[in-house]
């Protein structure tokens, strides 16, 4: 019963865990990585609102547990997606505010680091609102926290694009060549060939074409070692520009067509309508058709994305509206939750108690039908046995004889409630209790007994099967005047049934002690037991376990 208790409470817990998590435990399917990743690499709409809805949601939560470390991550996050949306001011906004959450921060290696990247990212920002002067600001900022070589050449590209926009290409120049002495420590080949792209590309302008040859052919030797087809398109793309100002439009237009086989490759539309206009303007109109249809199609989709984003951010708040909404449904979830855990709690004291009190009244119920037997049927007899001592007419053997009858009543009542040796076999004591019943009067055919495989049993279902099985053989003896009783024992599947029948006199059932008990013993064991019985058509009984 104490296992069955803790069994009961086990469920409820696990009941209120199971309700509590389905309704107001959701766990996060993606990580920070996962989404960062989907912003550097996504070009799909719905990918980066799902990304912005994510870093939003883990703002709030760390605003909520001041992990001011943790804002500062999300709104850069949040800022990278602006950014890539096409929505500058806020992207500028986000990415400021984050800087000033920083400001206010204690210094470190990793906060160093995050700082640098708001820097360039800002400068970016900058860059594309043509706001030259402050983009350049923030690119130095970045380089003066910048400790690697490969870094450093990132800021030295991303600052000579900007002087480039502004015409200012000695400038820019003075800067390449910077860069191009840092190569001893920096190894990135990308980075070196973009370097070495963008020098050449500044010295065609200042009309130093020999050494603008030397570095767009050096970038493009670089590349080739990478085998990256995207990074080829601009080499392709800056020597066919080279040759054309050279009026040699036999590899201008060689190189053109390499740079428009890369775009096809990398199934870049910008990259093809680049192309495409190259080639056209070197006289080749083999690709004029195609030119306006991608044309077309790249304003369309320019329109219906630019669309997407305007969107996005109302999107997002109808996001969060929603989610407003499901954390008071999980509330209500949990509430209703934590009153079946209170009412189950309440209900499996009750039903302890309950049991208690019918566990009381069964041994006592049990107390009485003994007492009751010891004083009908010894109690009675020793009284008429002390009347007949009385009476000296009767013979000494006559009370020998009634002493002898007391004595059998006795030790048939010790029997019906004396212990059962579970070590011994379990089909003998079975067998010998059933043959204890035979007599010349008697008859008790078993049949079956051997089939059930009784070492399997739990004690406690044996315990029962041989209550049951000894109270109706004393019905049996008591009431029936049978001369033929059959038992007939089965297994079917995983159940064990037990068939009884006698040819007595029968009865009228109702439940009195005796059936009432069998009925107590098969309950405790899940099992059932079913009576048949008329007047003069014997007794039926079917046991299931």
């Given at each position: 019963?104490?296992?069955?208790?803790?069994?009961?409470?086990?469920?409820?817990?696990?009941?209120?865990?199971?309700?509590?998590?389905?309704?107001?435990?959701?766990?996060?399917?993606?990580s920070?990585?996962?989404?960062?990743?989907?912003?550097?690499?996504?070009?799909?709409?719905?990918?980066?609102?799902?990304?912005?809805?994510?870093?939003q949601k883990d703002m709030t939560a760390s605003l909520k547990m001041d992990r001011k470390d943790r804002v500062v991550s999300d709104l850069l996050y949040i800022s990278r997606i602006e950014f890539k949306t096409g929505f500058y001011n806020d992207s500028e906004t986000s990415s400021v505010k984050a800087l000033s959450i920083l400001n206010k921060l204690e210094e470190s290696d990793y906060n160093k680091d995050v700082r640098k990247v708001l820097y360039n990212h800002l400068g970016k920002i900058y860059k594309e609102k043509k706001m030259y002067p402050e983009a350049i600001k923030m690119y130095n900022e970045a380089l003066v926290l910048t400790e690697k070589s490969k870094d450093s050449l990132v800021i030295y590209n991303n600052i000579s694009n900007i002087l480039k926009n502004q015409k200012q290409f000695k400038a820019a120049e003075k800067l390449l060549l910077q860069a191009v002495n840092m190569f001893d420590q920096a190894k990135d080949t990308m980075e070196r060939a973009r370097v070495l792209d963008n020098l050449g590309l500044i010295q065609l302008k200042l009309g130093k074409k020999e050494e603008s040859l030397s570095y767009l052919k050096k970038a493009l030797a670089l590349k080739e070692q990478t085998r990256s087809n995207s990074s080829l398109y601009v080499s392709y793309k800056n020597l066919a520009l080279f040759y054309s100002s050279e009026k040699?439009?036999?590899?201008?237009?060689?190189?053109?067509?390499?740079?428009?086989?890369?775009?096809?490759?990398?199934?870049?539309?910008?990259?093809?309508?680049?192309?495409?206009?190259?080639?056209?303007?070197?006289?080749?109109?083999?690709?004029?058709?195609?030119?306006?249809?991608?044309n077309d199609s790249l304003n369309t989709a320019t329109k219906l994305s630019e669309n997407k984003y305007a969107l996005l951010k109302y999107d997002?708040?109808?996001?969060?509206?929603?989610?407003?909404?499901?954390?008071?449904?999980?509330?209500?979830?949990?509430?209703?939750?934590?009153?079946?855990?209170?009412?189950?709690?309440?209900?499996?004291?009750?039903?302890?108690s309950r049991h208690k009190k019918e566990k009381v009244l069964q041994v006592y119920n049990t107390e009485t039908r003994i007492s009751k037997k010891v004083h009908d049927e010894v109690a009675n007899d020793v009284y008429q046995v002390m009347t007949?001592?009385?009476?000296?007419?009767?013979?000494?053997?006559?009370?020998?004889?009634?002493?002898?009858?007391i004595y059998t009543k006795t030790r048939d009542i010790s029997k019906e409630s004396s212990a059962i040796f579970m070590e011994h076999d379990f089909e003998d004591g079975i067998t010998d209790l059933l043959l204890s019943y035979n007599s010349n009067a008697v008859n008790v055919i078993t049949k079956g007994i051997t089939t059930i495989d009784w070492q399997s049993l739990p004690e406690i279902k044996k315990i029962a099967i041989y209550r049951v099985l000894q109270e109706l053989m004393t019905n049996m003896k008591k009431h029936s005047k049978a001369n033929i009783v059959v038992?007939?024992?089965?297994?079917?599947?995983?159940?064990?049934?037990?068939?009884?029948?006698?040819?007595?006199?029968?009865?009228?059932?109702?439940?009195?002690n005796g059936l009432q008990n069998t009925e107590n013993r098969i309950e405790t064991i899940n099992g059932t037991i079913t009576f048949d019985s008329s007047i003069n058509n014997g007794f039926k009984a079917n046991l299931i376990i």
């Amino acid at each position: 019963m104490k296992f069955l208790k803790k069994s009961f409470l086990f469920f409820l817990f696990c009941m209120f865990l199971f309700v509590c998590k389905k309704g107001f435990s959701q766990h996060k399917r993606d990580s920070t990585l996962y989404y960062a990743n989907k912003i550097s690499q996504s070009q799909s709409t719905d990918a980066l609102k799902k990304a912005y809805q994510f870093f939003q949601k883990d703002m709030t939560a760390s605003l909520k547990m001041d992990r001011k470390d943790r804002v500062v991550s999300d709104l850069l996050y949040i800022s990278r997606i602006e950014f890539k949306t096409g929505f500058y001011n806020d992207s500028e906004t986000s990415s400021v505010k984050a800087l000033s959450i920083l400001n206010k921060l204690e210094e470190s290696d990793y906060n160093k680091d995050v700082r640098k990247v708001l820097y360039n990212h800002l400068g970016k920002i900058y860059k594309e609102k043509k706001m030259y002067p402050e983009a350049i600001k923030m690119y130095n900022e970045a380089l003066v926290l910048t400790e690697k070589s490969k870094d450093s050449l990132v800021i030295y590209n991303n600052i000579s694009n900007i002087l480039k926009n502004q015409k200012q290409f000695k400038a820019a120049e003075k800067l390449l060549l910077q860069a191009v002495n840092m190569f001893d420590q920096a190894k990135d080949t990308m980075e070196r060939a973009r370097v070495l792209d963008n020098l050449g590309l500044i010295q065609l302008k200042l009309g130093k074409k020999e050494e603008s040859l030397s570095y767009l052919k050096k970038a493009l030797a670089l590349k080739e070692q990478t085998r990256s087809n995207s990074s080829l398109y601009v080499s392709y793309k800056n020597l066919a520009l080279f040759y054309s100002s050279e009026k040699d439009s036999i590899k201008a237009r060689n190189y053109a067509l390499k740079a428009y086989d890369v775009a096809n490759t990398v199934n870049s539309i910008s990259y093809k309508l680049d192309a495409g206009k190259r080639l056209i303007e070197l006289g080749d109109y083999s690709v004029a058709k195609e030119f306006v249809y991608l044309n077309d199609s790249l304003n369309t989709a320019t329109k219906l994305s630019e669309n997407k984003y305007a969107l996005l951010k109302y999107d997002v708040s109808i996001s969060e509206l929603k989610s407003q909404k499901e954390k008071t449904k999980k509330q209500q979830y949990q509430f209703i939750a934590f009153i079946i855990f209170l009412l189950g709690t309440f209900l499996f004291f009750v039903l302890k108690s309950r049991h208690k009190k019918e566990k009381v009244l069964q041994v006592y119920n049990t107390e009485t039908r003994i007492s009751k037997k010891v004083h009908d049927e010894v109690a009675n007899d020793v009284y008429q046995v002390m009347t007949k001592l009385q009476n000296k007419n009767y013979l000494n053997e006559d009370v020998l004889d009634d002493l002898e009858d007391i004595y059998t009543k006795t030790r048939d009542i010790s029997k019906e409630s004396s212990a059962i040796f579970m070590e011994h076999d379990f089909e003998d004591g079975i067998t010998d209790l059933l043959l204890s019943y035979n007599s010349n009067a008697v008859n008790v055919i078993t049949k079956g007994i051997t089939t059930i495989d009784w070492q399997s049993l739990p004690e406690i279902k044996k315990i029962a099967i041989y209550r049951v099985l000894q109270e109706l053989m004393t019905n049996m003896k008591k009431h029936s005047k049978a001369n033929i009783v059959v038992l007939v024992f089965n297994k079917e599947n995983k159940k064990i049934s037990i068939n009884y029948k006698d040819n007595g006199v029968g009865c009228t059932l109702k439940k009195y002690n005796g059936l009432q008990n069998t009925e107590n013993r098969i309950e405790t064991i899940n099992g059932t037991i079913t009576f048949d019985s008329s007047i003069n058509n014997g007794f039926k009984a079917n046991l299931i376990i």
